[in-house]
């Protein structure tokens, strides 16, 4: 449960900040992840745990595209729709702290709801959610989807979320896709698969 709670206060600090196929211009790689992601993404990761593989990855790309990795001890994992439903509820809390001076908000978290999808990861189709929500910024409501997927071995769980407005959904989603198509999560203890 310490990984948890430790995951969503990580979360907290995180406010969702081309066209044509973008081309991979970094990689990010550790003991447990790689990913490649393209030009014009920046690449962190937070600690969250006693071990140093106990980490949340974030990548903050252009017109509002985000992706957060989060890798556990499989034995901690929780169900991904929960795992959704505390991510979000986690930035909704943020953005209402967040968005105020004083007594005036300038930015409230809107209605969200969540459903069944298909994720394409590392080359292979997972079960996954999708959300929608919005958020209304000098009380224009802005909207925004998520995408949300788990990928497992004996060892870690990774959970992928991928979040970008709706309005930069065709820029967004082609550079989620090379970050996506690229990811690999190790093998257990040498053991193929992931």
Known sequence: MRHWLLLVLSILSLVLVGCEKPTPAGAYRDANLAFH????WAVSFQNVG?????RVVFARGPDNAVLVLMCVPTESAIPLRDMAVNFAKSRDANVEERGKIG????LDAGPSSLEASRE???GTEVDGLLQKFTLKVLGIEVAFEGHFARLSNRQRTVYIVTQNS???RARARP?????LGSFRLAPADGASGG
Do not use: N, W
Not at 37 to 40: D, R
């Open 175 to 179: 550079s989620f896709a090379v970050i």
């Open 120 to 122: 394409q990861v590392g």
């Open 37 to 40: 992601y393209p030009e014009g």
């Open 166 to 168: 709706l309005r930069d």
């Open 103 to 106: 007594s005036h908000s300038f």
């Open 50 to 54: 006693p071990l140093a593989t106990d």
